[in-house]
């Protein structure tokens, strides 16, 4: 009696074998991308707190302007920046100059990811006053 396996068996196994490896590799690969995408919002997410924080403490933010940067070199590329905007919230009806009113800080963090920019959004309030130029600008008239 002869021990051993036909061509037939071993063709049969080779070819399961190379579907499941081709498989493997596919996952793999989309595994990869995800990290990668994910480690790149975890970046953005950290850098985004940081600037945050720093900005909470920054009395000297005007309203409804848009203030933006880039990240210090060391952390990211020339792909990577910050905007935020500063405004009141909730404002009363009879609120004028020099009013405390919650303020709104809306920080955005964005990156380039391939041909698409990726943002990541923060939202933090502080409290504030309402200043005469908010009515000067016409911004806070209904």
Known sequence: ????????EVLVAT??????????VGNLTGSLR????????????TLAKRKMEELLLN?????????SGRWDPPHADDQQGWQIRLTPFDVPPTAGPGTPVLERLQL??????????????????????LYETDWAAGVLRE
Do not use: C, S
């Not at 070819?15 to 493997?24: G, H, K, N, P, S």
């Open 1 to 8: 009696m002869r021990r051993g396996f036909t061509l037939l």
């Open 34 to 45: 995800n990290l990668d995408r994910l480690t790149q919002k975890d970046r953005a997410a």
């Open 108 to 129: 955005d963090a964005w990156w380039m990811d391939g041909g698409a920019r990726r943002v990541y959004t923060l939202v933090a309030y502080r409290p504030g006053t």
């Open 15 to 24: 070819t399961i074998m190379a579907i499941a490896v081709t498989a493997l």
């Open 59 to 67: 009395p000297a933010l005007p309203h409804f302007e848009r203030v």
